[in-house]
């Protein structure tokens, strides 16, 4: 229990890195009013309306930026409020408008209604943008309502609120593949082999704590990206241990690299490993279970050569799945492993 405590501690400090949900409150800039106003000039003695029209209220707008890669500059304020415009004046002098409020926010960020849960927008290309609290109308002043009956009209209009809502923004990483399995699996050290990203490794439960990115070069010049997960346990699609947090992320994943320990410090089997972890996708998201999959067996530098080729015809016999042999730490079949992801990857 108390380690449990303390791995849920440490995750917590690095959600604090990379946040990928937050809530927040927006709303565009009230519209301006309308002026009442009458023209004053000397020799003039009948001088007409000429009250003007307020300003719009700027809109809040989401915008996706490259340059930010976490929803953790939006954790710490709770409001955007756009700015109001600027009410009409005498000589039909229209108000100025409210500047718009821009929310840079990271590529693969979904955006949904807080109350309905109405998906809103998904981002998933740069520089496109939102509106997603429109700002009011300005007012319009006495001059608009002047007619041939009623010359001196002595009302204006009050410019219309700015849209508000309550919207919730959850980050999905945009990978090619992604990298699941249970902790201290070997995904960390295989994206290293594969890419040229250096993420924490340790011998140890939960050494990555929130998601990776590698981008893996290819002879042909070609690349594809790979995202390693946080390692998932039992209970994850509920809130167990860390993996629960960025399940997420598999969901855009074109396929699923299945990383299976050969020689688990705890010795458990890795076929019960293997449908552990599927039966949190599929309870997670159906839709998952029906991604490509390419099962690795990882770390078989520690078996012996004799018995370890039993004990991987074993495994593939018992899964009825083609299986990867390779080692994460001696690059052992990285090459070809990475052959498979490209094939894989180009037939869908």
Same mark, same amino acid.
């Given at each position: 229990m108390l380690t449990l405590l303390f791995f849920?501690? $440490? @995750?917590? $400090?690095d959600l604090l890195m990379f946040l990928d949900e937050a809530v927040i409150y927006v709303k565009g800039g009230d519209g @301006?009013? @309308?002026c009442v106003s009458f023209r004053r000039e000397k020799y003039i003695p009948k001088g007409g309306p000429n009250g003007g029209k307020g300003g719009n209220g700027g809109s809040v707008i989401l915008r996706v930026s490259e340059e930010k890669d976490t929803l953790m500059d939006l954790s710490s304020r709770m409001?955007?409020?756009a700015e109001n415009g600027r009410p009409g004046s005498g000589d039909n002098k229209t108000g100025k408008s409210g500047e718009d409020l821009v929310i840079d926010i990271p590529t693969g960020t979904m955006v949904k209604d807080k109350k309905t849960g109405c998906i809103l927008k998904d981002f998933t290309i740069d520089g496109d943008s939102l509106i997603i609290a429109k700002g009011g109308r300005g007012g319009h002043g006495n001059k608009h309502? !002047?007619?041939?009956?009623n010359r001196t009209p002595r009302i204006a209009q009050d410019g219309t609120p700015g849209a508000e809502r $309550?919207?919730?923004l959850e980050l999905k990483l945009i990978a090619d593949a992604g990298l699941v399995g249970l902790?201290?699996?070997g995904k960390s050290t295989l994206l290293s082999r594969m890419s040229s990203v250096h993420p924490k490794i340790g011998n140890y439960p939960f050494t990555t704590r929130y998601p990776q990115l590698g981008v893996v070069d290819l002879d042909d010049f070609s690349r594809f990206v790979? !995202?390693?997960i946080p390692g998932l346990i039992e209970g994850a699609h509920n809130g167990t241990g860390l993996g629960d947090e960025f399940l997420r992320h598999i969901e855009r994943t074109k396929i699923l690299v299945h990383l299976l320990d050969i020689a688990p410090i705890d010795n458990t089997d890795p076929i019960n490993s293997y449908f552990t972890i599927r039966k949190e996708l599929n309870l997670f998201n159906p839709k998952l279970s029906e991604k490509p999959e390419i099962v690795v067996v990882n770390k078989i530098d520690l078996l012996d050569e004799t018995t370890g080729k039993e004990r991987l015809t074993e495994i593939e016999e018992r899964l009825s799945?083609?299986?990867y042999p390779i080692s994460a730490v001696t690059g052992k079949n990285i090459s070809q492993l990475i052959n498979v992801i490209k094939h894989s990857l180009s037939e869908i």
């Open positions: 849920s501690i $440490l @995750g917590f $400090l @301006g009013n @309308g409001e955007y409020v309502y !002047a007619t041939s009956i $309550l919207i919730k902790p201290n699996a790979v !995202a390693d799945k083609k299986i």
